[in-house]
């Protein structure tokens, strides 16, 4: 196993719920290791290709790392493979969907951050109880099918466990929409709920959330305009998340075409990062929910930003 670790930064704050954010570059052919030492693994990028002529080069003929640095393609499957666990291994081989230049020698680049997060796994056919002591749930992650042939294997047999490539692709729309901004919430695991992703297979349901404070407040700004966060005087602002994107199908929908509210896994990996640079620490701010600011993450989609802040004391 031959991977590189580099750790950009580690923050933690009472109050926030990021714990450290990590780049991981693993040569093609290698396994990729993502780790957290505390909390789970949320991807917030990765790519296959080649930008650097001198990462993973050593052994190689010049031709493979010299004559196209300009190689990139995203790679969705370490996402779902990996977010919400504390361990994730990627055996690299195959990963991508395609070969974006043939004849390069590529590697894989995986951004990811380490979040304060509960966990939870229930079997198809239970029930799990979210529950937070004080604040309110907020869905990180949630992922209806399977990724191992060991998790809900008791009893299963072998012919049920094989196919651990298999995801739900819209678990974590009914999952927010069910929990987020409660104490409590139930959830069952059955592909009534989140349909089969993989006929034959025994699944299961894999949710991460972080417990929000109670006097959080939230701000949702559809794309192309703009908003003012404001704290009371003697106070300012502390931001806890931060999305520019879609993840239902009702918010900022109002007289747009089915087609530009339907993708609702749409993320800009950027967004806490922005918002925490125009706002944190300050009395007011003002947002704009556009593509020249955060980019944009899912094209033909209409997009709103979302954020959840408090006022703490200055």
Excluded at 21 to 36: I, K, N, P, W, Y
Excluded at 142 to 162: F, M, N, V, W
Excluded at 268 to 281: H, R
Aim: glycine letters at 6%; proline letters at 3%.
């Amino acid at each position: 196993m031959v991977y590189l670790s580099v750790i950009l930064f580690t923050l933690l704050l009472n109050s926030r719920l990021l714990i450290s954010a990590e780049t991981v570059v693993t040569c093609d052919g290698f396994v990729q290791r993502l780790s957290c030492d505390s909390g789970v693994i949320r991807v917030d990028s990765s790519t296959f290709g080649r930008t650097n002529s001198n990462i993973c080069s050593v052994g190689r003929p010049q031709g493979q790392t010299v004559n196209n640095t300009q190689c990139s393609m995203d790679v969705p499957v370490v996402s779902k493979r990996c977010d919400g666990l504390s361990v994730c291994e990627l055996n690299t081989q195959g990963l991508a969907a395609r070969d974006p230049c043939d004849g390069t020698y590529k590697y894989y680049t995986t951004n990811y951050s380490c979040i304060t997060a509960e966990k939870t796994v229930t079997c198809h056919g239970g029930y799990a109880y979210l529950k937070c002591e004080s604040g309110t749930i907020q869905i990180n992650t949630a992922h209806y099918g399977r990724t191992d042939k060991i998790t809900c294997s008791e009893g299963r047999p072998s012919s049920e466990l094989q196919n651990s490539n298999c995801y739900s692709p819209n678990a974590l729309a009914p999952v927010s929409k069910s929990c987020n901004g409660l104490e409590s919430c139930e959830l069952f695991a059955t592909q009534t709920v989140f349909t089969d992703p993989c006929v034959g297979t025994y699944k299961y349901l894999r949710v991460s959330y972080f417990c929000l404070p109670s006097a959080l407040r939230s701000s949702v700004i559809c794309e192309n305009a703009n908003n003012t966060l404001i704290c009371e005087q003697g106070t300012v602002i502390n931001i806890h998340t931060a999305n520019f994107g879609r993840t239902d199908r009702s918010t900022c929908s109002v007289r747009r075409p089915a087609s530009q509210t339907a993708k609702t896994d749409c993320y800009s990996s950027n967004s806490l990062a922005i918002v925490t640079d125009e706002c944190e620490g300050l009395n007011s701010c003002v947002l704009v929910a556009s593509n020249g600011v955060f980019t944009d993450p899912c094209f033909g989609t209409f997009k709103f930003l979302y954020v959840s802040y408090s006022c703490v004391d200055e």
